[in-house]
């Protein structure tokens, strides 16, 4: 069984796939999807070249049954899971009389309703094992509105806003980075379990410090 196993939705490019590298260099088994089994190939592709081994499958984030499949994955691969960032994101802008309600549904469903799925079937996976940490990658976004962001904005502000939430699920303390991503971390004081923080910043470089 591998000793500590991250799950990074949208890890094929972009900010997920640094927090994969990231998690790779800190020692973790890393699994990552994307939308269609030939983004998560490029992905892992570009991995391979660079000597870091990851897994991955298709889920599309606005499917359920895609994010539990993706837990199932997980699960039967590795019988654990540690680390559940929930990074696959996608924007919609315009105003509101021309934004299509496809758009808005797409981007409510996929930066929303899919770290719902992902966190409720990864849920039992991770107490399994005594808990685990849940990353959800939010944005100013989530806590400054603007003109043209009405699907981005609900759809990050609901993410933040479901942290309270997410405290009485694993009864940890969870904070913010000065970056407005949406961290959670467990308090050295409160448990022998390790501090996890991720700082989300806005020229797509990741620092995670997992120690
Ligand atoms: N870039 C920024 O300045 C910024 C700022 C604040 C917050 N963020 C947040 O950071 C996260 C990553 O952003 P990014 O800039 O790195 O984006 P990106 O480069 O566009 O990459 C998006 C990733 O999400 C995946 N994805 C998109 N829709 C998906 C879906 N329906 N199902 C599964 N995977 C899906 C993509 O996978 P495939 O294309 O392989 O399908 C890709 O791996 C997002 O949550 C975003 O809101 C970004």
Redesign the pocket.
Known sequence: MADRVALV??????????IVRRLSADGFTVA?????PE??K??LDAFRKEGIAVVGQ?????REE?QKALVDFVGRQFGRLDVLV??????GFDSVDRLSPEDFR?TV???LF?PYYAIHYAAPLMKKNGGGFIVN?????GVNAFAGGSA?NA??FGLLGRRARLRIWFAIPIGRSPH??SCVRRDRRKSSYQYSVVS?Q???TISISID
């Open positions: 939705t949208g890890g094929t490019r972009g900010i997920g796939a640094a990552i999807s994307g939308r269609t983004s998560v490029s992905g298709a889920a599309n984030a606005r895609d929930n990074n696959a994101g996608v924007g797409k469903e996929t930066n899919g990658i939010g944005s100013l976004a981005y759809s990050k407005g991503s989300c806005f020229n797509h």
